[in-house]
């Protein structure tokens, strides 16, 4: 038996920020729950109301949207990867997810969380399994990408490098049809030379298994966001989310008033109200007349007011406003993030001013580009820890983005071709309506390079 505490020990930063993590990853999985959890009820909003427009209410998951657009931005062009393994490159996490599938799952925990892990693993074995065994059982090293919140607790030596971490793992033990699965919680302890995994059993924490680490490190690569916790910043995705959550809010209300004018709202005159009341209290059912002033019951005036049974509804002016207002926000939105490249003003935007932006955008995707190969670049290095025989690829990841104005770009284009010059310019202008091509759809290495060929021949039959 060992101490419980191994059990429920959680780092500093984890314990700071658990709460803000767990916040995005709901806005990005959105759902019912989600919109339960972030829906503000008035201050004078009865039940009723409140609990109809909780029935109501829909989710324009933002936070997702831009999460995934960043990493179809940052991974539209395929890395390259020379001497790589294929059947590794196709099938990198031993679930059935090649390297681009796993990189690109970091990617957007990185959008969402600014950190995330890499977890390069071995499947345990026993003996010397030869190499058609090993083969047959699939015996070699695979990586996949976790969340911060799965790694609760780590520690750094004095090299710089981890001296050990606690992985929070979970699993449902149901190999067995006839009987109902088990839900287990782990905790995986890793050091430079073992692993440890500890189950709650009976509400005792026991160690349920061990083995070797041969790699002689922690099997766990750290990616952050060096703007981010780098600098002990909070995160930008929360401000997406806390923008994303008014935009929830007001379009709930939004909808509400649409509600309010297709069915109106009852007025009645107070001697109807009274004698209404009275006659339900004489019957005993005093409780179904309808007395609270709100959007779902009957509002009572005196005589001298109007003394005449309607209904009212808002104008909406009010719906308009707010809708108007979310627009707003959605543009302010992009901003902060840096993905407005082309703004939905009427007002025309200087050359100087889409330049910048466009430089902004390529800028923030390089950069990530960056972060994404050297972290896939250290996994194959962990990978070939476990088993030598693995090569050592080369890796490269894109990091030329062509981000432009495509319909000036193309027009441009088309003037320039237009200057009668050597073979050399017009090479010079088949090979940038090339990028320009590869900006539109993805343009492979092999056509890249046949395309080129097509150029230089056409350039030179001139």
């Given at each position: ?10 780092n500093?930063q ?6 803000r ?9 959105g ?7 972030a ?7 009865i039940d009723?109301?409140?609990a109809e ?16 657009r960043?990493?179809?931005y940052?991974?539209?062009?395929e890395p ?6 294929a059947?590794?490159?196709?099938d ?20 969402v969380?600014g950190?995330?892990?890499l977890?390069?693993e ?15 059982a699939?015996?070699?090293p695979?990586v996949r ?10 520690a750094?030596?004095g090299?710089?490098r981890l ?29 430079r030379?073992?692993?440890r995994?500890?189950?709650?059993v ?9 083995g ?9 690569i750290?990616v952050?966001?060096?703007d981010?916790?780098g ?6 995705f929360?401000?997406v989310?806390?923008i ?7 379009e ?13 709202m009852l007025?009645?005159?107070?001697s109807f ?9 004489r ?42 207002e ?17 703004g939905?003003?009427k007002?025309?935007?200087?050359s100087e ?7 902004n955008v ?16 250290d ?8 088993d ?5 690829p ?6 030329r ?9 193309i027009?441009?284009l ?13 090479r ?10 590869g900006?539109?759809g993805?343009v ?10 097509e ?6 039959n001139?």
């Open positions: 038996m060992v101490t419980n505490y191994i059990f429920y020990r959680k500093a984890y314990s700071a920020n658990e709460k993590w767990r916040r995005s990853a709901e806005a990005y999985s759902g019912r729950e989600y919109i339960e959890e829906l503000i009820r008035h201050v004078s909003e009723v109301e409140f427009r909780r029935r109501r209410a829909y989710y324009f998951n933002y936070p997702r949207a831009i999460a995934r960043i990493t179809q940052a991974l539209s062009v390259v990867r020379r001497n790589a393994d059947q590794l490159v196709e990198w996490s031993r679930t059935g997810l090649r390297t681009n599938e796993v990189m690109r799952q970091l990617s957007t925990l990185l959008n969380f950190r995330a892990w977890q390069v071995m499947p345990c074995f026993s003996g010397n399994p030869t190499l058609l065994e090993a083969r047959e699939r015996l070699r695979y990408a976790l969340s911060p919140l799965d790694v609760v607790d780590w750094y030596g090299d710089g001296l050990w971490a606690l992985v929070a793992e979970e699993e449902w033990a149901n190999n067995d049809p006839f009987t109902p699965p088990v839900r287990r919680k782990r905790r995986r302890l890793y050091d030379n073992s692993w995994v500890f189950e709650n009976s509400g005792n924490i026991v160690e349920s298994s061990s070797v680490n041969p790699t002689g490190c922690v099997p766990l750290p952050t966001e060096p981010g916790f600098l002990t910043a909070n995160h930008w929360e401000d989310v806390r994303s959550e008014a935009i929830l809010n007001n709930s209300e939004a909808q509400m008033n649409t509600v309010k004018q297709m069915f109106g007025v009645v005159s107070d109200a009274r004698s209404a009341q009275k006659l339900a209290v019957s005993g059912e005093s409780d179904n007349f309808a007395a609270t002033v709100a959007r779902s019951a009957a509002i009572v005036e005196t005589v001298e007011e109007k003394g005449i049974s309607r209904f009212i509804s808002p104008s909406g002016v009010e719906t308009d406003t707010i809708r108007e979310n627009r707003y926000l959605k543009q302010e939105l992009y901003d902060v993030v840096g993905l407005a490249v082309q939905n003003s007002e025309a935007q200087s001013s889409k330049a910048w932006d466009f430089q390529s800028q923030f995707l390089a950069s990530r580009a960056e972060l994404l190969e050297q972290a896939e670049l996994a194959w290095k962990l990978m070939r820890r476990y030598l025989d693995l090569p050592l080369e890796v490269h990841y894109n990091r983005f062509a981000v432009t104005d495509l319909a000036a770009g027009a441009g088309l003037q320039l071709s237009e200057i009668p010059a050597g073979n050399g310019y017009r010079a202008i088949g090979k940038t309506a090339l990028e320009l091509l900006s539109i993805h492979g290495l092999q056509e890249k390079e046949n395309i080129i060929k150029i230089e021949k056409e350039s030179n001139e």
